[in-house]
């Protein structure tokens, strides 16, 4: 009997044998049915009711990732009578979490030097996983190069730093956007969660990209110098002066505004005359959009999922 109760094992959390505890690790990924098979091989009523409750989940994720992200965040591309809206990187970082994202740098970063011109480009890789869908993604890259605007002045040593932080930022963007699917949004759909939101974000305020006229037009350069050119701008509703044009943006408070035309009288004689842009621009002749004579913008002609 001595002998039997020797041999016997301790019970497990005894000092005499303690529980070992397997650490738990952020990429742990659940077992789920996952393909058509599994789900078949599952009763009728609990296949259905696991698509159901993931496009429910689905739903949620998407709507609240909108929720987090404000209308400068997307760039509207616009095709005959489609528009899509497409999360820069910028907006990415802000939904990231929400996905349960976890990215795997993989290797280093790749300079690309052009000997004639001096100018470069980094790229670098990276793998991917949301927690959320249980999907994984590989080998994603990110690229930015040096000619880029947000670039292009700054000092040698700090071009080359700012270029890699662009590629790292658009390598994790472009791996959000393949997890989350909010590379090619709908505009009704932000239009739709915004509003129902009531914090005054507009699908007005967002980036226009390829398909809304030349760069100079996008970038509100017309308006910028109308006083240079045959467009003055509208003249003040209240006291008929001319008007000065003001860029989107948001106040103190975070409030986001459109674009506008504030009356230049406004600091002498204190009117308050303003019209939207927007209003003003539909009130003129109907620019050429592009493939119809406009100047393309190398920066935002690219496919989505380039530009950060």
Known sequence: ????????EAPLGT???????????????????????DLAALPEEEGVAIIEGRQEILDTLRKASILLTHPQDWVLYKAENRITCYLQDCGCQ?????????????GGYERIDDKDTEEFAYSCKADGFCASTNRAVKAVQGLRLSTEDV???????????????????NRDGNI???????????????????????????????????GYGSQKERQGAQAN?????????????????KMN???????????????????????????????QDSDYQKSKPKPATYGEGADPDPALDRAPGEEG
């Open 176 to 210: 959000v956007r393949m997890l989350t699917g909010l590379k090619s949004v709908a505009i009704e759909e932000l239009d739709s969660v915004w509003k129902a939101e009531g914090k005054g974000k507009s699908v007005a305020l967002c980036v226009p990209g390829r």
């Open 225 to 241: 110098d109308a006083d240079k050119t045959s467009d003055p701008g509208p003249k003040c509703p209240t006291c008929g002066a």
């Open 15 to 37: 000092a005499a044998n303690p529980e070992v505890m397997q650490p738990e690790t952020a990429l742990a990924k659940p077992s789920l049915p996952v393909t058509i098979e």
């Open 245 to 275: 044009f003001r860029k989107a943006g948001s106040t103190t408070s975070g409030k986001a505004y459109g674009a506008f035309w504030g009356c230049s009288k406004f600091k002498s004689d204190g009117c308050k005359g303003s019209v």
């Open 1 to 8: 009997m001595a002998t039997e109760l020797k041999d016997q």
């Open 151 to 169: 670039v292009k002045n700054l000092p040698r040593l700090q071009k080359s730093i700012r270029v890699r932080q662009l590629a790292t930022a």
């Open 94 to 106: 802000r939904v990231m979490a929400l996905w349960g994202i976890d990215i795997e740098p993989t």
